[in-house]
């Protein structure tokens, strides 16, 4: 069973949409959760950390709910430029490697 | 700084064949880590590098070994590839400090074996 666990999507939504994603990890003691966006056919990289009092980024915001072990991504104001895949991340400890969802997949459409 | 660069970009092997990818990060990362992603199966680990002269089998190490040349190198060798084998790898460096973390990725190797 993957430990990290996201809807694969699509999300098809029109441009300035607010959109969510959640994302459920199995692994109760982990500790380092992140977002890391993937373009098509290029590598992923890092969108943000999400800590636990949450955090916002320009129009992007992560959550993190400890206690039902998810973790959830935020867009507001869609741009065609945030279609991508996004990766939910976790770390079990500080030199454990990180565990990787499938990714969800978001089409902005003008 | 390149970051972390990947050679080849492509690469067709016949069942059978071996080959070496290559991986390099010039950011003096300690951990590095080589991932293969298949559709509909995300990124699943293969083997990683906590420190120079270490390696770890991930969640996907048969058929495959690595080699942690130096810190800046991380190498991943198919001895006898597979078709199942056919992915898109990636190797990533991460770099830790006490505000996060960040793990950057090469831009990786498509890899067909027929």
Request: glycine share 8%; net charge positive.
């Amino acid at each position: 069973r993957k430990e990290v666990e996201q809807d694969p999507g699509p999300f098809n939504v029109p441009e300035g949409a607010t959109v969510a994603f959640n994302c459920t990890y199995s692994n109760s003691a982990s500790q380092s959760f992140f977002w890391y966006r993937q373009d098509c056919r290029k590598e992923p990289k890092l969108l943000m950390s999400v800590y636990s009092s949450g955090n916002e980024d320009g129009r992007f915001t992560a959550q993190l709910n400890r206690a039902s072990q998810y973790i959830s991504l935020l867009i507001r104001d869609s741009k065609l430029s945030d279609s991508a895949t996004y990766l939910c991340v976790a770390r079990y400890s500080g030199n454990t490697p990180l565990v990787f969802g499938k990714g969800t997949r978001l089409s902005v459409i003008a | 700084n390149a970051g972390v660069t990947q050679t080849p970009k492509f690469q067709v092997l016949k069942t059978g064949q071996s080959m070496t990818l290559q991986c390099a990060q010039d950011m003096n990362h300690n951990s590095m880590y080589w991932y293969r992603q298949d559709p509909g199966m995300g990124l699943r680990l293969i083997y990683y590098s906590a420190s120079e002269g270490t390696t770890d089998k991930g969640e996907v190490p048969n058929g495959y070994n690595v080699s942690r040349l130096n810190k800046r190198e991380f190498s991943l060798r198919l001895e006898s590839a597979a078709p199942s084998q056919t992915s898109v790898y990636f190797c990533a460096s991460r770099y830790r400090d006490v505000r996060g973390e960040t793990q950057y990725f090469g831009p990786g190797t498509r890899l067909l074996v027929l």
